[in-house]
């Protein structure tokens, strides 16, 4: 074993002949084999950037300057902001298996949009706000022009359209594509069917085909809004892709998830979707 004097000796001899290795921003001084007086430093295995910092016996000895690791700070999201489960929250989680609570809750705050609005319900004032922004960047942006479809359904008005459904198309298709009553996001006042103002592919699937469905499904998340069905997420979310529905969570949480890459709320927050509704 090597004594204390006999390693310093060895390090000093290292710094001497200047040959310091520095790989991937981690630098180890190598221990120095001596031959014929000269102090040869190993190389690390990391060969993707070695720099010599001096060269040998000419350059006096300074105190090499340790990369210290700099981590990016990462903005840390925070999640539990607002809730998931108060029906009044601009993060409430509503699914066939989160219905809400209680079950005929009706949303504050509703406004009628400053927007073409084709069957005059109303939505909260945030999403009134973010539809007007959303809808004038659509026009000045690309040339769009954006009608809004559908926002508020009260508990009632989601008896009616489920119902109907049912009666014309039986309750296992109806379950398909209309949210049981307490169970409709429409009934938060925070969910918004959006269509072009010519009315082509009006609520259907082919809307995502559209230049409007396109700008939508890449522009909405700037202005605090979800495209909350995808097509690849049927069996998470629970309901069929709805390229027309966005659902306001306000412009942090939108961010968030599009700079994440999470596509729905129940991924998100972990917590239970799917396309049966329990019991
Ligand atoms: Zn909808």
């Avoid at 390693?7 to 190598?30: N, S």
Wanted: proline share 8%; net charge negative.
């Amino acid at each position: 074993m090597a004594s204390r004097r006999a390693r310093v000796g060895a390090v000093v001899a290292a710094l001497t002949a200047g040959l310091l290795v520095i790989g991937g921003g981690a630098w180890a001084i190598a221990a120095a084999a001596t031959r014929n007086g000269d102090a040869v430093a190993a190389r690390s295995a990391d060969t993707t950037h070695h720099e010599r910092l001096s060269s040998p016996s000419t350059a006096p000895v300074t105190t090499p300057v340790i990369p210290s690791p700099t981590p990016t700070p990462t903005p840390t999201f925070d999640s539990g902001a607002y809730s998931i489960d108060d029906p009044t929250s601009i993060w409430v989680v509503v699914n066939k298996s989160r219905a809400l609570n209680p079950v005929d809750a009706v949303p504050p705050d509703l406004v009628q949009p400053p927007v073409p609005n084709i069957n005059g319900q109303p939505v909260r004032k945030a999403v009134s706000d973010a539809l007007a922004a959303l809808f004038a960047a659509a026009k000045s942006e690309a040339g769009l022009d954006l009608t809004l479809q559908s926002g508020y359904r009260s508990y009632d008005t989601q008896v009616s359209v489920y119902d109907e459904d049912v009666a014309a198309n039986g309750q296992a298709y109806a379950d398909t594509d209309t949210a049981r009553p307490g169970h409709s996001e429409h009934q938060t006042g925070l969910a918004v069917d959006i269509s072009a103002a010519s009315g082509r592919c009006s609520l259907d699937a082919c809307f995502g085909q559209t230049p409007e469905g396109q700008w939508l499904a890449a522009n909405a998340w700037r202005f605090g809004f979800l495209l909350r069905y995808p097509q690849d997420k049927v069996a998470v979310t629970g309901f069929t892709y709805e390229p027309w529905h966005f659902r306001y969570v306000g412009e942090p949480l939108s961010t968030e998830l599009h700079e994440t890459g999470v596509t729905t709320l129940e991924e998100y927050f972990g917590v239970p979707g799917g396309e049966s509704y329990p019991g």
